[in-house]
């Protein structure tokens, strides 16, 4: 089964910083790779990205996907404290309904 | 505005007990899924519906089984709780003909003692 790997797996910045963080995949079955924020509560989607090169953007929030290099950045700007969540990256696949998710980034924002 | 219900956010349960974990979803979805998250694991699947009914084992099931009576509820439960089912558990769900974009509940963090 595909495997999707993100690093890294904590990090810590302060307010204002940019942050990219990484997420791998393999490409046996790759249908779309997707982007969630989890806070203390239910994960919430960013971003869907099926094809390489195009930026999706949402305020200070890019995420773009190399299909080449199988991975899958998301950029953070101008960094808040509300920006304090773990980041899930996953794998939809085709044929299938499931998703395969990656271990997740903690990212930790101080004033 | 439509959600995911998980019915308990916090559980603590004792070794041996039985655990019944309950998701509704409002979106009249067709797939239900149970993911577990552990710290450096991320969220794994334990099972998926794709119909009332019907069920699929996802990757990690050993020690769960599930419930579909309705389409819009699904059920995870622990026939007999162990320390190492000690986890956040997620209750999701999508349509068949959408992108696969999981509408995930709140979850319910399950302490067995």
Known sequence: EDKVVQSPLSLVVHEGDTVTLNCSYEVTNFRSLLWYKQEKKAPTFLFMLTSSGIEKKSGRLSSILDKKELFSILNITATQTGDSAIYLCAEALQGAQKLVFGQGTRLTINP | ?113
């Open chain 2, 1 to 113: 505005d439509v959600k995911v219900t998980q019915s308990s956010r916090y559980l603590v349960k004792r070794t041996g007990e039985k655990v019944f974990l309950e998701c509704v979803q409002d979106m009249d979805h067709e797939n239900m899924f149970w993911y577990r998250q552990d710290p450096g694991l991320g969220l794994r699947l334990i099972y998926f519906s794709y119909d009332v009914k019907m069920k699929e084992k996802g990757d990690i099931p050993e020690g769960y089984s599930v419930s579909r009576e309705k389409k819009e509820r699904f059920s995870l439960i622990l026939e007999s709780a162990s320390t190492n089912q000690t986890s956040m558990y997620l209750c999701a769900s999508h349509q068949v003909s959408g992108a696969n974009v999981l509408t995930f509940g709140a979850g319910s963090r399950l302490t067995v003692l």
